[in-house]
């Protein structure tokens, strides 16, 4: 695999501007052409893009296809499908004191971009944006995570494969190379990852006013409310929080049920918990793992064994940690300090909904606000919460409709993407005006010819 220096990301970069620069990516024919060349290779390593995630994070086949690879695939297809309709240039009206000026926004590329992918999702969240990258008529250089180091290993050979490197290619690093990419000038930086380092590639972009898109995260809140069907909710709630054991941006940070359920919900979540997994999850081959050491380390510490009302099981050997509820949790507890990323959840009773709202604002703006009860309720949660995103009795689903946008807001993230604006975030909407020839209105002219007239009719 191809690792980082100073001077190979100057080549590399000079190759990619020189080759935007010969408007050949600006084809529809060359960009669907690569989509389909994508789709080809994808479909052609499926296998082997399962069996590394299974290795990097343990997932099982199952869910790497469903969370990941079905993902890709879809959105792929989707791109091939409207990237005619996406691509075209679109009329607007223009104000009866422009006319016959005719205005249109045509779509442009952007240029070289960078994408920079975390080791959670690795196959869907670097290949995802990518196909914004295609789709818009961009060249981008990639950088998947070192963490997910089996998964980077078949999208090195998926890209190398596939594109020339003057078009799209991946390299590869740790903390030292990203520093090399940062001091780069590109046209466009689509960054997934921590709220920390969001911020440092902010800084970074801000150096040559480089756009960036940051998908970030914070703790995502889930609400339980009165009316709410507590079993139902239940078992969304297992089932979104122990995903990739828990290693994803919008899972459920954390509960706020009524104090009258609360005990009834930790009863079914667990019950959930053991339906799935067979009753012991670290001996279900459908459990997946802690990414690294590190990581298994930090979650740990985040567990106060006197606050444990079900689960805290560990394996050391395999990095696992058991589906875990904490109750009695407060404010000051070190898991509510930060956001969690793995199968911990605080279960934390409030008096009613105000008291939820109230709560949630003790935080930064998250990715995500899951609420379970009414719809009339749920009104008054979507009104007066700001999120990324939010799903009514249910979580995570919103970010599976490649119709609607996903990203944060405030400290979870900035612009957004999936579909068309996957498309969007790799493209300039250019304003254009044509004027005819055969008249020339004498109003914008100095000396302003009719002007107590033109100001009746501007006002």
Not at 80 to 101: E, G, V
Not at 412 to 422: L, N, W
Request: glycine share 6%; hydrophobic share 40%.
């Amino acid at each position: 695999m191809n690792f980082l220096t100073d001077s190979s990301i100057d080549i590399l970069l000079s190759k990619q501007k020189n080759f935007f620069a010969s408007n050949q990516t600006k084809s529809i024919s060359f960009r669907r052409n690569a989509l389909k060349n994508l789709l080809n290779a994808c479909q052609k390593y499926e296998h082997e893009i399962l069996k590394a995630l299974h290795a990097d994070l343990r997932k099982s086949s199952e869910e790497a296809f469903l969370t990941e690879f079905s993902f890709v695939i879809s959105e792929i297809k989707l791109h091939i499908k409207n990237i005619h309709k996406w691509t075209a240039s679109k009329r607007i009206s223009t104000p009866l004191i422009l006319r016959p000026s005719r205005s249109k926004i045509y779509y442009e590329p952007l240029g070289v971009s960078l994408v920079i992918a975390p080791w959670n999702y690795p196959f869907l969240l670097l290949f995802s944006p990518l196909i914004g990258v295609l789709s818009s008529g961009c060249c981008a250089i990639l950088k998947p995570s070192s963490d997910s180091k089996h998964t980077a290993e078949v999208m090195d050979k998926i890209i190398r494969e596939t594109f020339q490197e003057d078009h799209i290619s991946i390299v590869h690093g740790e903390k030292r190379e990203n520093q090399i990419l940062f001091k780069k000038r590109f046209d466009h930086i689509f960054f997934t990852g921590g709220s920390e380092l969001g911020k440092i590639v902010m800084r970074s972009a801000a150096e040559f006013l480089t756009p960036v898109t940051l998908e970030l995260g914070g703790k995502s809140p889930c609400i339980v409310d009165k009316s709410a069907n507590l079993k139902i909710a239940a078992k969304r709630i297992a089932w979104s929080k122990t995903i990739n054991s828990g290693q994803t941006c919008v899972a459920p940070d954390y509960v706020l049920v009524v104090k009258s359920l609360k005990k009834r919900l930790m009863f079914h979540i667990n019950e959930e918990w053991n339906k799935m997994y067979g009753g012991t999850p670290l001996n279900s081959n459908m459990y997946p793992k802690i990414i690294h050491r590190r990581h298994y380390k930090r979650l740990l510490g985040l567990i106060d064994p006197q606050k444990v009302k079900y689960g805290g099981e560990k394996n050391d050997e395999t990095l696992q940690i058991s589906p875990t509820i904490l109750d009695d949790v407060t404010l000051d507890d070190p898991v509510m300090k930060e956001e969690i990323f793995g199968p911990i959840l605080p279960i934390i009773e409030v008096d009613n909904l105000q008291g939820a709202i109230d709560f949630i604002y003790k935080f930064e703006k998250p990715l995500a606000i899951y609420y379970y009860g009414n719809l009339k309720e749920a009104k008054t949660i979507i009104k007066q919460t700001s999120s990324g995103g939010a799903c009514i009795n249910d979580a995570m689903m919103h970010i599976a409709n490649s119709n609607l946008p996903f990203g944060g807001v405030g400290h979870s993230g900035y612009g957004s993407y999936h579909g068309y604006d996957s498309f969007l975030c790799f493209t300039h909407k250019k304003a254009v005006v044509t004027t005819p020839t055969w008249i020339d209105l004498p109003f914008k002219y100095v000396p302003f010819k009719g002007f107590k007239w033109l100001k009746k009719f501007l006002t």
